[in-house]
């Protein structure tokens, strides 16, 4: 994997939310790839964090794609919402959907590129018959609900695996991801890397996401 074909997308879960239309200028400007939303529910995580009207806000400050992760019970009740709002990825946990192929489906439908996102306990054979129709598959390096967590180590094998199930497809992986994590992610076939706290809590985003992209060992 080349160093040019890792993206970074920040998660905005650890940036300051009163000041979150600056702080997206300010990872675009470090050069981001992709903003990484993190919507939660209440349910499928303990947490509560974003929703349709933030989301719908962040668009007209947002020059980047919007990457949007739906940890939330029944996702497809939602799809056209998040994509009306803005989004251009939205990716869902499939173990929450009761029919996962008609949520891709409805993403697809509204424009939007359609991803399924493995929590850890979650085995990549669960989306063997999904997998056709997918633009990328993210794999959850920490449990979902939190930033700051530590990473998973056994999830190396699980990115591998879906590398090979995925071909060329992107494979992104979050939670924990730093500049001592990242080199194994990317090792083990990860491309769009996910960082919470390790951008937001640098001081420099610029070289925090230039460290990140250039962490292929
Ligand atoms: C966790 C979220 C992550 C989180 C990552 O449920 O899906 O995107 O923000 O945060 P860090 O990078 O701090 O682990
Ligand atoms: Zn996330």
């Not at 939660?40 to 947490?47: A, F, H, I, R």
């Not at 946990?93 to 009761?98: F, G, L, M, N």
Request: hydrophobic share 45%.
């Amino acid at each position: 994997m080349s160093n040019s074909a890792i993206k970074v997308a920040p998660s905005i879960l650890a940036s300051d939310f009163s000041r979150l239309g600056e702080e997206i200028q300010a990872v675009t400007d470090a050069g981001a790839d992709w903003l990484h939303i993190d919507v939660m529910d209440g349910m499928y995580t303990s947490n509560i964090t974003i929703g349709i009207p933030v989301v719908a806000s962040l668009r007209a400050h947002c020059t980047i794609p919007m990457d949007v992760h739906l940890m939330i019970e029944d996702p497809g009740r939602y799809v056209k919402d998040f994509a009306d709002a803005g989004a251009d990825i939205i990716t869902f946990h499939p173990e929450a959907a009761r029919h996962p192929h008609r949520v891709l489906t409805a993403i697809k439908d509204a424009g939007c590129k359609a991803g399924l996102v493995l929590s850890p306990g979650i085995p990549e054979d669960d989306i063997e018959y999904l997998v056709d129709g997918v633009d990328l598959v993210l794999i959850m390096t920490v449990n979902p609900g939190f930033g700051g967590q530590a990473f998973i180590p056994e999830m190396l094998r699980k990115i591998q695996n879906v590398r090979a199930m995925i071909g060329d497809r992107d494979v992104e992986v979050d939670g924990g991801i730093d500049d001592r994590t990242a080199p194994a992610v990317i090792e083990a076939g990860g491309n769009i890397l996910v960082a919470g706290s390790y951008v937001f809590k640098s001081p420099s985003y610029l070289e925090a996401i230039e460290t990140l992209k250039n962490s292929a060992p």
